[in-house]
């Protein structure tokens, strides 16, 4: 049984530019949540996703936007990177009844 | 913004000794996790401790929560070279609610 997986593991953007992350659950999972995680710090919420729907929001810009599919799978994409973009995103999921979430690996990005 | 302050942010200890960290958090909550992050890849879920229980174990692994204080601790008896990673304490109100994160202990266990 795989676990959360997300890809790329690495990306390199340069400012302006756009990126598009993405996550698979661990299998039956049907919610999905993102969090940014800077250097040093503790991973802040972005979003999450139920029912192909944006269920509850953090404190993040609009150009954080997501994307849940039928088959529970998620994207995460950042419009108009900045600096400040550069950090390790994480994907995480679970049963929306339970309260332990499973994280994935991390996509690390920079933004020169 | 972080939901509470992690104490100590760094902590260095010699094998087979304990390792204490704490975790201050400031609204009501339902439950409180604990996540180990090894070089800054994926939290791995430690232990879950609901607003009602005081004290719980896993393992090697004994967590309080005092919410009249905020805070919970978490205690790893007879440490490994294997326990060097950073630990975080998470809050939240419910399942299916998201995490809070406090800003991490960084332990070090030196063989």
């Known amino acids: 049984d795989a676990g959360v997986t997300q890809s790329p593991t690495h990306l390199i953007k340069t400012r302006g530019q756009q990126v598009t992350l993405r996550c698979s659950p661990k299998?039956?999972?049907?919610?999905v949540s993102w969090y940014q995680q800077a250097l040093g710090q503790g991973p802040q919420f972005i979003f999450q996703?139920?029912?192909?729907?944006?269920?509850q929001r953090g404190n993040f810009p609009d150009r954080f936007s997501g994307h849940q599919f039928p088959n529970y799978s998620s994207e995460l994409n950042v419009n108009a990177l900045l600096l400040g973009d550069s950090a390790l995103y994480l994907c995480?999921?679970?049963?929306?009844?339970?309260?332990?979430?499973?994280f994935g690996p991390g996509t690390r990005l920079l933004v020169l | 913004s972080q939901q509470g302050e992690e104490d100590p942010q760094a902590l260095s200890i010699q094998e087979g000794e304990n390792a204490t960290m704490n975790c201050s958090y400031k609204?009501?909550?339902?439950?409180l996790q604990w996540y180990r992050q090894n070089s800054g890849r994926g939290l791995v879920h430690l232990i879950l401790?609901?607003?009602?229980?005081r004290e719980k174990h896993s393992g090697r692994l004994r967590v309080t929560l005092d919410t009249s204080k905020k805070s919970s601790s978490l205690l790893i008896t007879a440490s490994r070279a294997a326990d060097t990673a950073s630990y975080f304490c998470?809050?939240?109100?419910?399942?299916?609610?998201?995490?809070?994160f406090g800003g991490g202990t960084r332990l070090m266990v030196k063989p």
């Open positions: 995480a999921s679970s049963f929306l009844s339970v309260e332990t979430q499973y």
């Open positions: 299998s039956g999972h049907d919610t």
């Open positions: 996703y139920y029912e192909e729907e944006e269920r």
């Open positions: 609204t009501s909550i339902n439950n």
């Open positions: 401790i609901r607003s009602n229980e």
């Open positions: 998470a809050t939240s109100w419910n399942a299916g609610n998201m995490l809070t």
